[in-house]
């Protein structure tokens, strides 16, 4: 009596995998040792001088190739292969940020990539400053100025070093703070994060979301930490999609010692990007006072 049910689900498993794997457009884990990633959607990395392909002993390209050895403190080991894409901010610099461009915009998009926390992590405390950090955005047109919405998301401190994380979608204020580092249990451990972008279905019609996921190196299943529904996501006038984006960006809370993070495996896709099978749980909640 029960044979049908589990034939039907085992066939709907298999047949997400196959679309999942169908639509991928964009795979990286800087296995080539540079930036030349392309696609059938003309993806491009821009050329960022802050960032660098780097391997545990040697950072590998930067805007050209290097082969420089790694500097005696460095903690470099990819997440997957060999190499992964450094940000390191040195001590007061407030900006490292890897942008990327393709030509056929999608005005529904997943993304994905391991980040490792840094070994060293702390986030500052800056006394009448904000302190917030970016993780990542998406846009359309333009970053600024544009009549497409801009989404994306940021960190902040939780105190002791540690921080929370929260989604901007236009000019919106910080939304559903969630705890993102715990100091120190989580340095120097990769997360992976999977982002889910869809825009407005018609001018007006504020159906668009944003959903975050993050699942621990080591855990099986996923936590849906940020789900944003009915959101006025508006395609833009002359790019009907996210066309760009960055990852990390300008820290406003200046790291006061060299810091370090690592991404390895960025992935873009119109379906979804989960490598397990398991459905994600629900947000939970992180209240900051």
Known sequence: ??????????????????????????????????MTTRSEIGFRWDNTPKTSVVTATTEVFNTSLLNEPAPATSQWEAKT??????????????????RFTFDEPQPELWMSFWLRVPINYSHPKVEGAGDNQKLFRLWMDKYSGGDGTKVGMEFRGAGGGSSYFYGKIGN????????????????DKWMHLVVHVDSESSAGAKDGLMEVWRKWEGESDYTKTHDFKNQPINLSSTVKGFRQGYLLGWANAHYPVETDFLIDDFELSTSPLFSSSTAPGTPTQFNVK
């Open 172 to 187: 919106s204020q910080d939304l559903d703070g969630v705890r993102f580092i715990t100091v120190p249990d989580d340095r």
């Open 81 to 98: 292969g060999t190499h992964a894409l450094l940000f390191r901010y040195p001590a007061g610099e407030p900006w490292i940020e890897q």
């Open 1 to 34: 009596m029960h044979e049908l049910p589990f034939v039907f689900f085992l066939s709907s498993l298999l047949a997400f995998s196959t679309l999942a794997n169908s639509e991928l457009l964009v795979s990286d884990s800087f296995e080539s040792g540079d």
